[in-house]
């Protein structure tokens, strides 16, 4: 018997592809609990119908650990090649729960009406977002992710976490849903979900500051910024209330992020003084000083009486309890220009900033 070597020849007659991608104007910006602007970005078909006939298309950013990113209504958006046909997009929350779905994420999301015959292109422009929690979790930026049972071979994994897949079970999960994908699973998303991402904010950890422009309520244990629950950390932060006084009160770190969408753990902004027992603050160069016990604070260097609604005298204070200082929501929230209204049947204060009043 001899040895002989053997050839094949083949023909390559089909190579598998991802059924769309996405393109995005990378901006460097830093979040905050404001709306602000940031880059335009394309969903783009590598193949007709890559988008599949009437199922959702859910878009949102993450911020490598939840989706805790609010996109603004307002957004312009055009289908600038292709014949698809979609619905008009709309904000809001995709039909599947848990942190997968983004918690107090607002998606982008909108049906496929028709799916195209030809390659389609979807642009959007005058994108705006904001977090919807107190600290950023990301240190190397935020990525814009399309995803949904719309997106062509994501149909299965939306399936699989409807008959039970969960963030507990989580390394198998992702294992088997990275299966289903091809690979496709962010990389850089601690609680990834599936879908097709470009990075979109190169901006790290940290805040974009300004006095935040839309209305808060403030009530037991619970903030709303423009009507959005805002996510905090209660053990570690205290949270709002009315006191013994029957004087609503704030957390003093949490009054940063509250008016002015900063970090409250930012140590260049918030400043406590043990041998004073004062806290400094100064965002936005506003220049707040306010002493334990004290009734009288500073703003920009001028004293200012603390009063409550009534007109009477109001104190920042530590609760030794829990070892957290709390201030006067209504003193602090006149003295950088906010009107305070106090609703006592459901004991919520409504902050309306100066470009609404």
């Given at each position: 018997?001899?040895?002989?070597?053997?050839?094949?020849?083949?023909?390559?007659?089909?190579?598998?592809?991802?059924?769309?991608?996405?393109?995005?104007?990378?901006?460097?910006?830093?979040?905050?609990?404001?709306?602000?602007?940031?880059?335009?970005?394309?969903?783009?078909?590598?193949?007709?119908?890559?988008?599949?006939?009437?199922?959702?298309?859910?878009?949102?950013?993450?911020?490598?650990?939840?989706?805790?990113?609010?996109?603004?209504?307002?957004?312009?958006?055009?289908?600038?090649?292709?014949?698809?046909?979609?619905?008009?997009?709309?904000?809001?929350?995709?039909?599947?729960?848990?942190?997968?779905?983004?918690?107090?994420?607002?998606?982008?999301?909108?049906?496929?009406?028709?799916?195209?015959?030809?390659?389609?292109?979807?642009?959007?422009?005058?994108?705006?977002?904001?977090?919807?929690?107190?600290?950023?979790?990301?240190?190397?930026?935020?990525?814009?992710?399309?995803?949904?049972?719309?997106?062509a071979?994501?149909?299965?994994?939306v399936?699989?976490?409807?008959?039970?897949?969960?963030?507990?079970?989580?390394?198998?999960?992702?294992?088997?849903?990275?299966?289903?994908?091809?690979?496709?699973?962010?990389?850089?998303?601690?609680?990834?979900?599936?879908?097709?991402?470009?990075?979109?904010?190169?901006?790290?950890?940290?805040?974009?500051?300004?006095?935040?422009?839309?209305?808060?309520?403030?009530?037991?244990g619970?903030?709303?910024?423009?009507?959005?629950?805002?996510?905090?950390?209660?053990?570690?932060?205290?949270?709002?209330?009315?006191?013994a006084?029957?004087?609503?009160?704030?957390?003093?770190?949490?009054s940063l992020?509250?008016l002015?969408?900063?970090?409250?753990?930012?140590?260049?902004?918030?400043?406590?003084?043990?041998?004073?027992?004062?806290?400094?603050?100064?965002?936005?160069?506003?220049?707040?000083?306010?002493?334990?016990?004290?009734n009288?604070?500073?703003?920009?260097?001028?004293?200012?009486?603390?009063?409550?609604?009534?007109?009477?005298?109001?104190?920042?204070?530590?609760?030794?309890?829990?070892?957290?200082?709390?201030?006067?929501?209504?003193?602090?929230?006149?003295?950088?220009?906010?009107?305070?209204q106090?609703?006592a049947?459901?004991?919520?204060?409504?902050?309306?900033?100066?470009?609404?009043?």
């Amino acid at each position: 018997m001899r040895n002989e070597e053997v050839s094949t020849d083949y023909v390559i007659i089909a190579e598998a592809i991802n059924s769309i991608r996405v393109e995005a104007v990378t901006t460097n910006i830093r979040a905050g609990l404001q709306f602000v602007p940031t880059g335009n970005f394309s969903i783009i078909e590598n193949i007709a119908g890559g988008l599949l006939e009437s199922e959702e298309v859910w878009i949102t950013v993450t911020d490598h650990h939840f989706t805790e990113m609010q996109i603004a209504q307002g957004f312009n958006w055009a289908i600038t090649q292709g014949d698809l046909e979609i619905t008009t997009p709309r904000v809001g929350t995709p039909a599947v729960g848990g942190v997968w779905a983004g918690g107090q994420a607002r998606n982008i999301i909108f049906e496929v009406t028709t799916a195209s015959t030809v390659a389609s292109r979807i642009d959007f422009t005058n994108v705006q977002i904001r977090l919807a929690a107190m600290v950023p979790h990301s240190t190397e930026g935020y990525d814009i992710l399309v995803w949904g049972p719309a997106v062509a071979r994501n149909v299965e994994w939306v399936q699989q976490w409807e008959l039970g897949g969960s963030w507990v079970n989580e390394n198998e999960f992702l294992r088997q849903a990275d299966a289903i994908q091809d690979g496709n699973v962010n990389p850089r998303d601690l609680f990834t979900r599936l879908g097709f991402y470009a990075h979109y904010l190169t901006a790290g950890a940290g805040f974009a500051m300004g006095l935040v422009d839309e209305i808060v309520t403030i009530s037991a244990g619970n903030i709303t910024v423009g009507g959005q629950n805002l996510a905090f950390d209660a053990d570690r932060f205290g949270v709002p209330h009315v006191n013994a006084d029957g004087v609503g009160v704030l957390p003093a770190r949490l009054s940063l992020s509250v008016l002015f969408g900063a970090d409250p753990m930012d140590a260049e902004l918030f400043i406590w003084d043990a041998a004073t027992s004062t806290i400094f603050v100064d965002p936005e160069g506003h220049d707040i000083q306010m002493t334990v016990g004290s009734n009288v604070m500073r703003v920009g260097g001028a004293p200012r009486n603390m009063l409550d609604g009534g007109g009477n005298p109001t104190v920042a204070y530590v609760d030794p309890a829990l070892e957290r200082m709390f201030v006067p929501t209504r003193a602090i929230a006149e003295a950088v220009g906010f009107d305070v209204q106090w609703d006592a049947a459901t004991a919520t204060v409504t902050l309306i900033p100066p470009n609404l009043q």
